[in-house]
């Protein structure tokens, strides 16, 4: 490869992060297949017109279905192909034919499965949500596109303090956390605290995803950007449920 691609890799590789976290439910599962991926794709030739993100989301994708050996569906019905459809098109904002083509599938087969996958978001399952963000009409906001996918919000914190007092009183079963709180502390420290006593999945929100993918530290294994639309917040939480893990 040249000197261009591989550069274009590198900036590549935080959006590789993110889907293979999201995908495989893990910090460390996700990041080792972007890592198998990336030696792979290093040794090949692909046509000019190729980005180097759609080059690393269908290489990220042969490593996931090599390494998977559970189900073949999700506790919710849906396959490993939709999943990956639903994130490369919601949280990845691919189109339709790039998902297609890192799935390795056509666009007419992607367009089918998609849409099932999109009506098995709203038959899913649901959770009990926890939502940490200091600005209240954003908080508003995520409280109804939550509540919109079938889930119930158990509290909304301003604050670090305020965010780990109802983790402990309510036992949420997924905790959707902005970064910054302004005055209020920190998201990230919040879920840290959160997560000493209680096994949850975490989505973090913010506006700089690509500061929380470097690969170089405990990082998150959900990560959505701001601004968001609600599809992409009904993928992050479907995910984020079915997966029932931890965020790193």
Known sequence: MSAIDRAGMIRALPYARRY??????????GDAMVADA?????????????TPRAILYGAVGDAVRAASTGPHTDPAGLTLQQRMLLL?????????????AACRISAAEAEAELR???????????ARVLIIEDEPIIALDIQELVERCGHSV???????TEAVEIARAERPGLVLADI??????????????????LTAPVIFVTA??????????????????K????????????????????PV
């Open 38 to 50: 990336l030696r792979q794709v290093m040794a090949q030739q692909f046509p000019e017109d190729t």
């Open 154 to 160: 158990v509290g909304i914190a301003a604050t670090e």
């Open 116 to 126: 099932i996958a999109r009506d098995g978001l709203r038959t899913g399952v649901t």
């Open 180 to 197: 910054n709180l302004g005055a209020g502390g920190d998201g990230a420290s919040a879920v840290a605290r959160i997560l000493r006593d």
């Open 227 to 246: 601004p968001f639309d609600p599809t992409t917040l009904a993928v992050a939480t479907y995910q984020a449920v079915t997966r029932g893990v931890r």
């Open 208 to 225: 700089y995803p690509e500061r929380l993918l470097t690969g170089e530290a405990v990082e998150p294994a959900f990560v959505i950007t």
């Open 88 to 100: 490369l098109t919601a949280l990845e904002e691919q189109p339709l034919t790039a998902a297609a």
């Open 20 to 29: 293979a976290r999201a995908l495989t439910g893990t910090q460390a599962q």
